[in-house]
């Protein structure tokens, strides 16, 4: 399949999230450690109340390590209240930010999903935005965590360099 994408530049407000949290290395992501923290929350949705939108699932990441090798990952999904949080979930909140958002679609290599939004945020004349949150991408709520051949959407913090 040809690897094209459509980006987009979308604002988002800002949200509060509740979710499980996972932290490792890149190798163990791409090991599929974050899988199975998908599977989790997914088996235990009914136990987080105020779901905005039970259909998605909010995959956020942030850098953890000045060296950038380790990162922490949260399988959540966005609440109306973050209140009652269950045993062992953590509440997040999400300040708001422009994002540069794709699709990455069945059939595309997601490596290169992610060289070309980068390309792009760079030959638009913007940067990523400076902090810890670098990424997160929407799934759909029911789609397996194990498909070897997912569909999402990627949404990276920009801001325009001056």
Do not use: C
Not at 53 to 79: C, I, K, M
Not at 133 to 146: C, G, I, K, V
């Amino acid at each position: 399949m040809e690897q094209t994408q459509v980006k987009t530049l979308v604002t988002r407000p800002a949200f509060q999230a509740v979710g499980l949290r996972w932290e490792g290395t890149f190798a163990q992501a791409g090991a599929g450690e974050i899988r199975g923290l998908q599977r989790a929350l997914q088996s235990r949705l009914n136990e987080i109340r105020y779901v905005a939108d039970p259909a998605v699932l909010l995959g956020l990441s942030y850098h953890v390590t000045p060296t950038r090798d380790s990162f922490t990952h949260y399988a959540a999904v966005e609440v109306e209240r973050a209140e009652d949080v269950p045993s062992g979930m953590t509440r997040l909140s999400v300040p708001s930010h422009t994002y540069v958002q794709t699709e990455h679609r069945k059939g595309q290599q997601i490596e290169r999903s992610y060289t070309g939004l980068f390309a792009w945020i760079e030959r638009e004349g913007y940067r990523t935005v400076p902090g810890t949150l670098t990424h997160f991408e929407l799934y759909p709520m029911r789609q397996d965590p194990y498909d070897p051949d997912p569909a999402f959407t990627i949404l990276i913090p920009v801001e325009r360099v001056y």
